[in-house]
């Protein structure tokens, strides 16, 4: 896998060629209906015209939930260029052209990869980006970012239409409602609700936190706690008071491979003046999982919350969502 480099203005210069190119296309197609009238069907020849495209088809992912569901429908071999943040499957960032940042897409480099359309979801960028790959004529499909159930399921059937698969989209989002409404379950059979401080980073003195209307107070709420820094709105810093009076019984961080201050062990963590006041020192309760798996709000999103809730609650022997089967 390599990241794509700027390439030059070809792509941009030959935008006037492509209109040139439609419009030679569009009169071909009005001679064919002509010669249609005159010889009869041409039923034959557009279902080869239609396989033809669809074996053509050549689709940027911006995001990595687009990534993930059109890989779980099976559409891989259409995908020919996806965004740093799509990690799941492993192999797609390894089999994969990158096209930068999602939110800071290269246009140039996404028309290099002449894609027949880009499925991007909502916040993708920048705008300059975007409005450079409206003006090529590329086709951008974006997809809604909403964190509830519901939306997760209309996320993957959006992604499933675009693709050109909406029926096995279908499929999917059915099998993932599926899932949600067995945490549910799971849910209300829980013995209480424990209080989750969710730690982005822990850097130079500073604790960045999930507070409300982020993803991690979503996964957080679906898995059956309570967002213990509901005082404040996004990706936030948090005073060592604020941590103290927030009191959490549980910390929850991102798994990273690489060492740092937001890879402290318990131990760690606990050692510090903010987190060694709180109800979680004493029990040295730190959960650790997958960002991507906790965050990312696509197909995996309901076992994600199970597995999440069978780490809080270990006493109530969460049971596996058997949907997922």
Avoid: C
Avoid at 3 to 18: C, E, I, Y
Avoid at 167 to 177: F, I, Y
């Amino acid at each position: 896998m390599g990241t794509l480099q700027a390439p030059s203005s070809a792509p941009l210069a030959g935008f006037r060629a492509k209109r040139l190119g439609r419009e030679v296309a569009a009169a071909a197609a009005v001679s064919l209906l002509a010669l249609g009238g005159l010889f009869g069907s041409l039923e034959p020849l557009a279902v080869v015209s239609s396989a033809r495209a669809q074996a053509a088809e050549r689709i940027v992912a911006a995001g990595g939930v687009v990534t993930e569901v059109l890989y779980a429908l099976g559409q891989q071999d259409k995908v020919v260029g996806v965004d740093t943040t799509s990690q799941w499957p492993p192999e797609a960032l390894k089999d994969k052209k990158s096209v930068g940042y999602v939110r800071a897409l290269s246009a140039e480099g996404v028309l290099s990869l002449k894609p027949s359309q880009v499925i991007a979801v909502e916040g993708a960028g920048p705008p300059d980006a975007l409005a450079l790959l409206k003006e090529s004529g590329t086709p951008i499909t974006m997809i809604p970012e909403a964190l509830t159930p519901e939306a997760v399921v209309s996320k993957i059937a959006a992604i499933g239409k675009a693709a050109g698969v909406a029926e096995s989209a279908q499929q999917l989002a059915a099998a993932v409602k599926g899932r949600f409404e067995e945490l549910d379950k799971l849910r209300s059979g829980l013995p209480g609700q424990k209080r989750v401080l969710f730690v982005l980073s822990l850097q130079n003195g500073r604790t960045l936190v999930g507070g409300r209307a982020t993803t991690a107070d979503a996964i957080i709420a679906l898995a059956g706690g309570v967002n213990a820094a509901s005082a404040v709105e996004g990706f936030k810093p948090m005073t060592d008071e604020a941590i103290i009076t927030a009191a959490p019984d549980v910390v929850l961080m991102m798994r990273h491979t690489n060492s740092g201050a937001h890879s402290a062990v318990a131990a760690e963590l606990y050692a510090m003046p903010a987190f060694s006041q709180t109800p979680a020192a004493k029990q040295q309760s730190l959960i650790r999982m997958d960002g991507l798996y906790l965050l990312g709000f696509g197909p995996r999103t309901p076992n994600a919350a199970r597995d999440l809730m069978a780490e809080l609650y270990p006493e109530a022997k969460v049971a596996q969502l058997s949907a997922a089967k």
